[in-house]
């Protein structure tokens, strides 16, 4: 009998119907991401990803909707290995996400849509409308650096500066065009030279003086508000700096040096005195730190809750802190608690263009408050959120 | 073409006639097959439109990621493709071993036949299909290109949001419609290319001005549950790029509805057959072995859901033993070719899932109490129950339109018909919110939550809910 069929194998390669409606799909990750950049700012699995390149990330706009039953309601069809009777547990889920069950696969519901994003992605989108100000003042010429770019060929030169594989392409060339083809005859003509431009490089490290009041009413949440604040400025100096360090300074009623660990986990009880930090910044700075080697970036987190006394004193050494920072900057995390004088109200005072100061009620407020902490010059400061 | 490819597929060139034969000779009848081997990106992308040429969509982009995802990483393979039309179009997966192929082709081959000869399948004109979605996704682009590929993918998002609320007994109630006016409407497809100058009229696409008889109108006599028609008829503000992608959408879920009714069938009957194919091909010894476990693979049961190709095999299987052990030898065969002709899912469901087979299958139902997964059913009664309702209309939700002018302010006013399972309700708000977009005006779902009415709106800004 004649049956009737074919097997082919055409070449696909060129077949990019996937990969097309793909890229369309990634680009609708990249603008979801980008219209809920404060809840992405400050996503858990970001912050807390220690370093992992490629993170998820809710986006819960993506969903396909449509009219379905709620499936956390409902019973579901399966099959047992011959034995099962009524009360077997099939697995559990002691953490209410939605839809986890036994195996992957057919679950019953997930609410929302995860994406797959790099670091990376996510950096370009947040990092678009941040800035560094005050760029124009490190073109002092003590910042700077020059060195010695070989970027440039020319016809004159340095004997020792010859480009000889320049000089033998130049070379074919001629010969070829007369009709003579082959690398013979060099003349003057063919030289060519490597030679040099004078670049001036700018300076190359930062460091981040992060400083946490730790006392008794900086809880879990704040803290973790201080931890997506710095993830993020510490990332976006990094690509503007080839060097960037970070010193952790704790205070309540005095101050020290932490390490990082320490910076975002532990607690202490006690009341507060900010002016403890500022002095300690600044000594570290005239210590460890040079102006004229450093850009420093100094940025302070606290509930407000400072001693009232202090506070006069705080303003001075903020003062002093200005003339060696490039940016100083201070973050207010709002409690439940209304404080009618907080230090933000306080700070209002300071009016120079190189402190901002913040204020964060909650995660979404992470990243208007990145924003106007890197904002461009031209644009005026002290934003609350 | 390399070596090994082409020795590859001169094996299956050879294999595959035999098969075929092997087939004839079970009796089953398929249309011409067209076998092509292509790259994983490739079967995953058809996997993920469902047809080759299907317009362009970011949804499918993002079905494609996540199984190329899954394939990357070995987590799950799709390994057949193939596709209700005729000829019959199946992909093989470049990189499967010659035996997995050769299972794929058997596998395949029934398909196909099933395809050809159940019943609900008789309406899919599988000679156009393929040149007919060409031709729409080339519409598509075409719009793209002249109002914004935003504004036609929203609008493809909101049409798809509502897609499955058909009516596939639309044939029947057409007929009965026709039955008692004479008039414009009975015009039939004449010719292929009927909807193509019906794209030039507006609305139900013929003459009358909106006096057709057999078009429902704003207060249709019985509410209608095909939510695209209604829409496509009673809308207003639609433009005519709008009216196509909404009639696209529509058709292209009527060729579809046959397969979401008849899976576990159709698995089940081409699982039964690449067994039996297979098992007449001389296989060695080497090859035996690793059949054995492709299929052992295939149809693994899951605790978490019902395995189609096994619950379908052994449902087939089952009844070809009760009828050849009732009406005596070779009853059992016949009587399963007639199932795989008149049968869906429900039915086969309903009539032949026997209390031995849940029980012998351990088939139980479960549910969340509190925070663990656990088992809540074993009677078979129940258990088969819960099976065939999970299964009417294709597992969705009833949606019937029952007033297009409601609160005679043009709002549309929509109800669920309420069984025994309640709405997803953050899912139908949002879904509300598309439904506007394509409605214009207010609209509104009615349905129970917590055994009390509720009602749902969306005026175009906001969304409201009250109880009733």
Same mark, same amino acid.
């Given at each position: 009998?004649?049956?009737?069929?074919?097997?082919?194998?055409?070449?696909?390669?060129?077949?990019?119907?996937?990969?097309?409606?793909?890229?369309?799909?990634?680009?609708?990750?990249?603008?979801?991401?980008?219209?809920?950049?404060?809840?992405?700012?400050?996503?858990?699995?970001?912050?807390?990803?220690?370093?992992?390149?490629?993170?998820?990330?809710?986006?819960?706009?993506?969903?396909?909707y449509r009219?379905s039953?709620?499936?956390?309601? $409902?019973?579901?069809?399966? $099959?047992?290995?011959?034995?099962?009777?009524v009360?077997?547990?099939l697995?559990?889920?002691? $953490?209410?996400?939605?839809g986890?069950g036994p195996?992957?696969g057919?679950?019953?519901?997930?609410?929302?849509?995860?994406?797959?994003?790099?670091?990376?992605?996510?950096?370009?989108?947040?990092?678009?409308?941040?800035?560094l100000?005050?760029?124009e003042?490190?073109?002092n010429?003590?910042?700077?650096?020059?060195? %010695?770019?070989?970027?440039? %060929?020319?016809?004159?030169?340095i004997?020792s500066?010859?480009?000889?594989k320049?000089?033998?392409?130049e070379?074919?060339?001629?010969?070829?065009?007369?009709?003579?083809?082959?690398?013979?005859?060099?003349?003057p003509?063919?030289?060519?030279?490597?030679?040099?431009?004078?670049?001036p490089?700018?300076?190359?490290?930062?460091?981040?003086?992060?400083?946490?009041?730790?006392?008794?009413?900086?809880?879990?949440?704040?803290?973790y508000?201080?931890?997506?604040?710095?993830?993020?400025m510490?990332?976006?100096?990094?690509t503007?700096?080839?060097?960037?360090?970070?010193?952790?300074?704790?205070?309540?009623?005095?101050?020290?040096? %932490?390490?990082?660990?320490?910076?975002?986990?532990?607690?202490?009880?006690?009341?507060?005195?900010?002016?403890?930090?500022?002095?300690?910044?600044?000594?570290?700075?005239?210590?460890?730190?040079?102006?004229d080697?450093?850009?420093?970036?100094a940025?302070?987190?606290?509930?407000g809750?400072?001693?009232?006394?202090?506070?006069?004193?705080?303003?001075?050494l903020?003062?002093?802190?200005?003339?060696?920072?490039?940016l100083?900057?201070?973050?207010?995390?709002?409690?439940?608690?209304?404080?009618?004088?907080?230090?933000?109200?306080?700070?209002?005072?300071?009016?120079?263009?190189?402190?901002?100061?913040?204020?964060?009620?909650?995660?979404?407020? %992470?990243?208007?408050?990145?924003?106007?902490?890197?904002?461009?010059s031209? $644009?005026?400061?002290?934003?609350?959120? | 073409?390399?070596?090994?490819?082409?020795?590859e597929m001169?094996?299956?060139?050879?294999?595959?006639?035999?098969?075929?034969?092997?087939?004839?000779?079970?009796?089953?009848?398929?249309?011409?097959?067209?076998?092509?081997?292509?790259?994983?990106?490739?079967i995953?992308?058809?996997g993920?439109?469902?047809?080759?040429?299907?317009?362009?969509?970011?949804?499918?982009?993002?079905?494609?990621?996540?199984?190329?995802?899954?394939?990357?990483?070995?987590?799950?393979?799709?390994?057949?493709?193939?596709?209700n039309?005729?000829?019959?179009?199946?992909?093989?997966?470049?990189?499967?071993?010659i035996?997995q192929?050769?299972?794929?082709?058997?596998?395949?081959?029934?398909h196909?036949d099933?395809?050809?000869?159940?019943?609900?399948?008789?309406?899919?004109?599988p000679?156009?299909?393929?040149?007919?979605?060409?031709?729409?996704?080339?519409?598509?682009?075409?719009?793209?290109?002249?109002?914004?590929?935003?504004?036609?993918?929203?609008f493809?998002?909101?049409?798809?949001?509502?897609?499955?609320?058909?009516?596939?007994?639309?044939?029947?109630?057409?007929?009965?419609?026709? +039955?008692?006016?004479?008039?414009?409407?009975?015009?039939?497809?004449?010719?292929?290319?009927?909807?193509?100058?019906?794209?030039?009229q507006?609305?139900?696409?013929?003459?009358?001005?909106?006096?057709?008889?057999s078009?429902?109108?704003?207060?249709?006599?019985?509410?209608?549950?095909?939510?695209?028609?209604?829409?496509?008829?009673?809308?207003?503000?639609l433009?005519?790029?709008?009216?196509?992608?909404?009639?696209?959408l529509?058709?292209?879920?009527?060729?579809?509805?046959?397969?979401m009714?008849?899976?576990?069938?159709?698995?089940?009957?081409?699982?039964?057959?690449?067994?039996?194919?297979?098992?007449?091909m001389?296989?060695?010894?080497?090859?035996?072995?690793?059949?054995?476990?492709?299929?052992?693979g295939?149809?693994l049961?899951?605790?978490?859901?019902?395995?189609?190709?096994?619950?379908?095999?052994?449902?087939?299987?089952?009844?070809e033993?009760?009828?050849?052990?009732?009406?005596?030898?070779?009853?059992?065969?016949?009587?399963?070719y007639e199932?795989?002709?008149?049968?869906?899912?429900?039915?086969?469901? /309903?009539?032949?899932?026997?209390?031995?087979?849940?029980?012998?299958?351990?088939?139980?139902?479960?549910?969340?109490?509190g +925070?663990?997964?656990?088992?809540?059913?074993?009677?078979?009664?129940? &258990?088969?129950?819960?099976?065939?309702?999970s299964?009417?209309?294709?597992?969705?939700?009833?949606?019937?339109?029952?007033?297009?002018?409601y609160? /005679?302010?043009?709002?549309l006013?929509?109800?669920?018909?309420f069984e025994?399972?309640?709405?997803?309700?953050?899912?139908?708000?949002?879904?509300? &919110?598309?439904?506007?977009?394509?409605?214009?005006?207010?609209?509104?779902?009615?349905?129970?939550?917590?055994?009390?009415?509720?009602?749902?709106?969306?005026?175009?800004?906001?969304?409201?809910?009250?109880?009733?």
């Amino acid at each position: 009998m004649n049956y009737n069929f074919v097997i082919t194998r055409e070449d696909w390669s060129l077949h990019r119907k996937g990969e097309v409606d793909q890229h369309r799909h990634k680009e609708k990750v990249r603008e979801a991401i980008k219209q809920n950049l404060a809840d992405i700012v400050s996503e858990e699995s970001i912050i807390l990803s220690d370093g992992r390149r490629v993170v998820k990330v809710p986006i819960r706009s993506l969903e396909q909707y449509r009219f379905s039953y709620d499936s956390r309601k $409902q019973k579901h069809a399966g $099959q047992g290995d011959g034995k099962s009777k009524v009360g077997d547990v099939l697995g559990s889920d002691p $953490q209410q996400a939605p839809g986890k069950g036994p195996g992957a696969g057919e679950e019953p519901g997930q609410d929302y849509y995860e994406a797959d994003v790099t670091i990376d992605e996510i950096e370009q989108i947040v990092f678009e409308d941040l800035s560094l100000p005050n760029l124009e003042e490190k073109k002092n010429k003590k910042l700077a650096s020059e060195t %010695v770019e070989f970027r440039d %060929v020319r016809k004159y030169g340095i004997q020792s500066n010859v480009d000889r594989k320049r000089t033998i392409l130049e070379v074919l060339k001629r010969n070829a065009l007369n009709g003579n083809p082959g690398i013979h005859g060099i003349t003057p003509e063919d030289l060519r030279y490597k030679t040099w431009e004078i670049v001036p490089k700018f300076e190359s490290s930062a460091v981040v003086l992060a400083m946490m009041d730790t006392s008794g009413s900086m809880g879990p949440f704040e803290k973790y508000i201080a931890r997506s604040f710095f993830f993020w400025m510490v990332r976006f100096l990094r690509t503007k700096y080839e060097n960037v360090e970070i010193v952790f300074l704790a205070h309540h009623t005095e101050a020290k040096e %932490v390490t990082e660990e320490e910076f975002f986990t532990k607690g202490e009880s006690g009341g507060t005195r900010c002016s403890s930090v500022y002095q300690l910044a600044l000594d570290l700075i005239n210590t460890r730190y040079p102006k004229d080697d450093y850009n420093i970036y100094a940025f302070h987190f606290s509930d407000g809750d400072n001693l009232t006394s202090d506070n006069e004193k705080c303003i001075r050494l903020i003062d002093q802190l200005l003339v060696k920072c490039s940016l100083v900057g201070y973050g207010e995390i709002e409690g439940p608690y209304y404080y009618t004088s907080t230090l933000n109200s306080f700070y209002k005072r300071i009016t120079h263009s190189r402190f901002v100061s913040v204020s964060i009620r909650d995660k979404n407020g %992470v990243y208007p408050a990145l924003k106007s902490f890197f904002k461009n010059s031209d $644009q005026k400061g002290g934003v609350s959120s | 073409m390399s070596d090994p490819v082409l020795l590859e597929m001169q094996q299956l060139e050879a294999a595959i006639p035999k098969m075929m034969e092997i087939a004839r000779q079970f009796k089953l009848d398929f249309y011409p097959m067209r076998f092509e081997i292509c790259p994983g990106e490739i079967i995953y992308t058809f996997g993920a439109y469902g047809m080759p040429t299907r317009y362009t969509h970011w949804s499918f982009g993002k079905s494609y990621h996540r199984m190329k995802t899954q394939y990357d990483y070995n987590l799950s393979r799709i390994y057949e493709m193939v596709i209700n039309s005729d000829p019959c179009y199946a992909f093989l997966l470049e990189g499967n071993t010659i035996i997995q192929n050769k299972m794929v082709a058997a596998h395949v081959l029934a398909h196909c036949d099933f395809f050809k000869n159940n019943a609900y399948f008789s309406h899919t004109n599988p000679q156009d299909i393929i040149e007919t979605m060409a031709v729409a996704a080339a519409r598509f682009r075409q719009y793209e290109m002249v109002h914004g590929q935003q504004k036609v993918e929203s609008f493809i998002d909101a049409v798809m949001s509502i897609q499955e609320h058909i009516d596939p007994h639309q044939s029947i109630r057409k007929r009965e419609l026709q +039955h008692d006016k004479s008039g414009c409407c009975n015009k039939k497809d004449n010719s292929p290319y009927d909807d193509l100058w019906k794209l030039d009229q507006s609305g139900h696409g013929c003459q009358c001005q909106g006096q057709c008889p057999s078009k429902q109108g704003k207060h249709p006599p019985q509410p209608e549950k095909d939510l695209l028609l209604f829409i496509l008829e009673n809308a207003k503000g639609l433009e005519e790029w709008q009216h196509d992608v909404i009639s696209t959408l529509r058709d292209e879920m009527f060729y579809f509805w046959p397969q979401m009714r008849t899976k576990i069938m159709n698995e089940g009957w081409a699982t039964y057959w690449h067994l039996r194919i297979m098992r007449e091909m001389d296989l060695s010894e080497v090859e035996s072995i690793e059949f054995a476990k492709m299929h052992a693979g295939v149809i693994l049961p899951s605790r978490s859901s019902i395995n189609p190709y096994f619950l379908g095999l052994k449902m087939f299987e089952d009844i070809e033993k009760r009828w050849d052990n009732e009406f005596g030898e070779g009853a059992g065969k016949e009587k399963i070719y007639e199932i795989r002709e008149i049968d869906n899912d429900v039915s086969f469901l /309903r009539n032949y899932l026997t209390k031995e087979l849940v029980e012998d299958l351990d088939l139980y139902l479960y549910r969340k109490v509190g +925070h663990d997964w656990k088992v809540v059913e074993k009677n078979w009664e129940k &258990v088969r129950d819960h099976l065939v309702n999970s299964m009417t209309n294709a597992g969705f939700p009833v949606i019937l339109a029952e007033d297009g002018d409601y609160g /005679r302010r043009g709002e549309l006013y929509l109800r669920h018909v309420f069984e025994d399972k309640e709405l997803n309700i953050k899912y139908l708000e949002k879904t509300l &919110v598309h439904v506007f977009s394509l409605w214009n005006r207010p609209v509104h779902l009615e349905t129970k939550i917590d055994n009390k009415v509720a009602l749902f709106s969306f005026d175009g800004e906001k969304g409201s809910r009250k109880f009733v």
